[in-house]
């Protein structure tokens, strides 16, 4: 496997459910994040881990739930979500620091639909 | 702080045209700037990138981008659409110096008509 890989690639989830998101990437970045991309609206950014650590949370909503337990895993937890959660959720990789950061690379996205 | 703006959300081109996407950054440092496209129901590819090297980037599939300071601009142009061009086009910009802020656009969804 190379590049960004994400899992379930289509989820269809009840608003009492709980589920996951998972992410890898194979690429020896040392970035991962979470994006939101909803129709007609603007990519959204949600969570960054660099190096392991939440560096940024966008203020989202406590039932999403992100987890970077290695630089090469992430995984969005997923609870008591409501319909205007229905979106595609795309995970990216990058490496940063030094003298160059490299640009983002995404895995294909969950397609997520909350009923 | 940093922006991106995208000028037309939708951009319809005969095939074998020119396309040209457009695409304007706010930035308070000299930024990194990129190109992606999506096609339906995947992620995003990156198209090409520039990074203070030199001021035309070519890309993939025949894309290439100028950086223009004095416009703060970055537009995404081919010299003959494909009708596998078709897609949606993200402009993004990161500051160098933090690596892990990157700012899109709201994005240009390509049509090309046969």
């Known amino acids: 496997e190379t590049g960004v890989t994400q899992t379930p690639r289509h989820l269809v989830m009840g608003m009492t459910n709980k589920k996951s998101l998972k992410c890898e990437q194979h690429l020896g970045h040392n970035a991962m994040y979470w994006y939101k991309q909803s129709a007609k609206k603007p990519l959204e950014l949600m969570f960054v881990y660099s190096l392991e650590e939440r560096v940024e949370n966008n203020s989202v909503p406590s039932r999403f739930s992100p987890e970077c337990p290695n630089s090469s895993h992430l995984f969005l937890h997923l609870h008591t979500l409501q319909p205007e959660d229905s979106a595609l959720y795309l995970c990216?990789?990058?490496?940063?620091?030094?003298?160059?950061?490299?640009?983002?690379?995404f895995g294909n996205g969950t397609r997520l639909t909350v009923t | 702080a940093q922006s991106v703006t995208q000028l037309g959300s939708h951009v319809s081109v005969s095939e074998g045209a020119l396309v040209l996407l457009r695409c304007n950054y706010s930035s308070s440092v000299p930024p990194y700037l990129f190109w992606y496209v999506q096609y339906p129901n995947q992620g995003l590819q990156l198209l090409l990138k520039?990074?203070?090297?030199?001021?035309l980037v070519k890309g993939i599939n025949g894309f290439e981008a100028e950086f223009k300071k004095s416009e703060t601009s970055f537009h995404l142009t081919k010299p003959s659409a494909h009708m596998s061009d078709a897609a949606e086009y993200f402009c993004?910009?990161?500051?160098?110096?933090?690596?892990?802020?990157?700012?899109f656009g709201t994005g240009t969804s390509l049509t090309v008509i046969p």
């Open positions: 993004a910009v990161s500051d160098p110096q933090t690596g892990n802020q990157f700012y």
């Open positions: 990216a990789s990058s490496q940063t620091g030094g003298t160059y950061n490299s640009p983002l690379h």
């Open positions: 520039y990074t203070s090297a030199a001021t």
